[in-house]
């Protein structure tokens, strides 16, 4: 067969070209040899003698299965699949046997060989050794997963040479560093940072960081070893630094390798957390209120029977009156509490629903206002109790409770007294109303009767009265009738004052121009009266707005010097809900500390006029019933504005 597969690979036709065929075939570092479709081996050359360790008449004749090591058998039964297919295989890299049973690294190349007619008989194989290649490939793989590593590891990583010169250095450490050192510059040494600080604040140079400690000698490694870098733009870091060196096969140090993470925030939140417990405690050793932790004990159906106090703070005795708690039981300390508070702590602890309550605890004699509420994780059934002792507040409750009721039993009385003093009141008021309408309509009788025959005497036409008789006459007449006008005021202010007078819309024009048709006193050549309308509408009552009316016009045209005609101005203004009546006059006017007094009780400002002194309180009550307000400005010589202010009947929507 072998005669037949050489003319056949290289196809040559004349001597000479067989010759050289033979002799490539034979100067060849890779093996070369030829199988029919079976894996008969049928040619070897030299190379496949020195590759494989079998001479050629040991390998010829004999399977290419003696080449296959156990876990490749499958590998020549596929070769051949294709190369019957008329397909070849290029650079194909596996492993191979020695003669010796040593294994050996080859790259396959494998040819289809055809007869004359073009038919496939049988296969070229040419096998390079690789031996020497893989280890450079497994050491170039090698190096690439460590820079994949390298590059990125989680945590920061940089190695330096003995020099204390950086050799590399991954993202996170120039992320940490703030910047991207130079690789190779001897004026950056031992470390990439910007500049570096202990713990305490101190600075650190960087000949005396721990990379350079650990490169020189002066310390064996660095484990958890804590540095503060600070960046170029002043920002810093805290970081855990963990350095080893790196040593060569004789064991001697050609540098050392950092592996550094970032702790800021861990040390953030383990700060907050010291402050967090600072706070606690500082509140826990200073509040007024009994603070406790407990830990509540169960059976074995859930039902809770005891509980240890864990913590107490300093306020706990003085609420509880209990001393040395801390790590005890409560049944050790009181053996009679009451059942519910085992319950009430049982369910905080069970459920995780806080409770607020108050209750009395009689083994202690105490009332508390208790707040509790699960502490730490479920399963730990701790609560946290936050209590007061409320026993003085509690008693004084009660005490203001049965204050409270006899309070309500007396005044029950009062009423009774109240209603029953009122009932005589009212009694004796409608006697005393009675009495003085008596009184004064038998006083006005006689005061007629005087008035009368004082006017029939001083209409005598004979001579027999005196001058003197005259004026005694004149004097009699003119007090019978001030007190007439007196008695008829007073009733009409004791009217005012007994009853409620029924409110309705008045068109207050209507009412002031009756009023001033009816007196001819408000008319000219009397007095010069000046109405400005339209008036709004007011809820008053028609009588009582007349009565005020009638009393402000006859002030108004009463004050003035003799002689003078009196000017009154009357006009509206509207405010807010309220309409103000405004009356100016041109009268005497009235000093300022007299100006409230005259809304009083017989008050008159000038004796040397008319008058009974109660018109004025006559209007300020009327105006008071009708849920109005009167009142006066006014300056000596310069007239008064009195007002009057009565509710709107259609206020303005604002």
């Given amino acids: 067969m072998s005669e037949v597969l050489a003319p056949v690979i290289s196809r040559p036709n004349r001597p000479d070209a067989r010759y050289h065929f033979a002799a490539i075939l034979e100067s060849s570092d890779d093996a070369i040899l030829s199988e029919d479709l079976n894996g008969i081996i049928h040619s070897w ?43 070849k295989v290029d650079h194909y890299e596996t492993v191979r046997q020695r003669n010796d049973g040593s294994l050996v690294d080859i790259s396959l190349s494998v040819f289809p060989i055809k007869d004359a007619d073009g038919r496939i008989i049988g296969a070229s194989k040419i096998a390079r050794d690789i031996s020497e290649r ?9 190096e690439e997963r460590f820079r994949t590593l390298f590059n990125l590891s989680p945590v920061a990583v940089y190695s330096i040479d003995t020099l204390g010169v950086i050799q590399n250095f991954n993202r996170h450490a120039a992320e940490l560093w703030g910047r991207q050192p130079a690789l190779g510059d001897t004026d950056q040494r031992f470390c990439g940072s910007f500049k570096m600080f202990r713990p305490d604040g101190s600075y650190i140079p960087h000949e005396q ?33 963990n350095i080893r060196p790196l040593k060569d096969d004789q064991g001697e140090v050609t540098g050392a390798i950092n592996c550094f993470y970032d702790i ?13 417990e600072r706070r606690y405690r500082s509140l826990f050793e200073s509040i007024d209120e009994g603070f406790c932790i407990i830990e509540v004990l169960f059976d074995s159906q859930q039902r809770a029977i005891d509980f240890v106090f864990l913590e107490t703070n300093p306020a706990f005795e003085k609420q509880t009156g209990l001393h040395g708690a801390q790590g005890r ?28 309550l108050q209750d009395r605890a009689n083994s202690l004699g105490r009332w508390f206002d208790v707040y509790a509420f699960r502490a730490e994780t479920p399963e730990l059934r701790r609560v946290a109790v936050l ?27 009062l009423e009774d007294l109240v209603s029953e003093r009122t009932a005589r009141l009212q009694s004796t008021i409608s006697e005393l109303e009675h009495f003085s309408y008596t009184i004064t309509h038998d006083m006005r009788a006689p005061l007629r009767a005087m008035q009368g025959f004082a006017g029939m005497l001083l209409n005598q036409t004979d001579d027999r009265l005196t001058a003197e008789n005259t004026d005694y006459l004149r004097r009699i007449m003119e007090a019978s009738q001030r007190m007439d006008a007196l008695i008829t005021d007073s009733l009409q202010y004791a009217k005012v004052v007994r009853n409620r007078i029924p409110l309705s819309p008045i068109e207050p024009g209507r009412v002031l121009r009756g009023i001033l048709e009816s007196y001819p006193t408000l008319r000219a050549p009397h007095a010069e009266i000046q109405l400005i309308e339209p008036l709004p509408a007011v809820i008053a009552n028609d009588a009582g707005l007349g009565q005020c009316f009638s009393n402000l016009l006859g002030n108004a045209i009463k004050f003035v010097k003799p002689g003078k005609v009196p000017h009154v101005r009357i006009w509206t203004e509207t405010r807010g809900d309220f309409v103000r009546f405004w009356f100016e006059d041109s009268g005497i006017g009235i000093p300022k500390e007299y100006q409230e007094r005259i809304f009083g009780m017989f008050q008159q400002l000038d004796k040397g006029y008319e008058g009974t002194g109660i018109g004025l309180a006559l209007v300020r009550k009327t105006a008071e019933r009708m849920d109005g307000k009167v009142g006066v400005e006014s300056e000596p010589g310069q007239g008064s504005r009195f007002w ?11």
């Fill in 387 to 413: 209590f007061t002792d409320v026993t003085q507040q509690r008693e004084a409750h009660d005490a203001l409770r049965a204050a409270q009721v006899q309070l309500a039993d007396r005044a029950v009385q």
């Fill in 45 to 87: 050359n030299r190379a496949a003698e020195r590759i494989f360790g079998y001479t050629a008449p040991e390998a010829i004749g004999k399977s290419v299965a003696i080449l296959i090591p156990p876990g490749h058998e499958n590998e020549e039964p596929h070769i051949l699949a294709r190369i019957r297919r008329g397909e």
């Fill in 644 to 654: 009057l202010e009565l509710k709107h009947a259609n206020p303005p929507i604002l």
């Fill in 209 to 241: 960081c721990p990379m350079a400690e650990v490169v020189e000698g002066r310390i064996s490694e660095a484990r958890d070893a804590e540095v503060h870098i600070e960046r170029p733009d002043g920002s810093r870091v805290t970081v855990i630094v």
């Fill in 329 to 356: 039981r409560v049944l050790e300390l009181v053996p009679a509490l009451e059942r519910h508070w085992f319950e009430t702590y049982g369910r905080v602890a069970l459920t995780g629903e806080p409770v607020r």
């Fill in 134 to 142: 893989k280890p450079q490939e497994a050491l170039r793989a090698s």
């Fill in 264 to 276: 800021t925030q861990r040390k953030q939140i383990e700060l907050a957390q010291r402050q967090s």
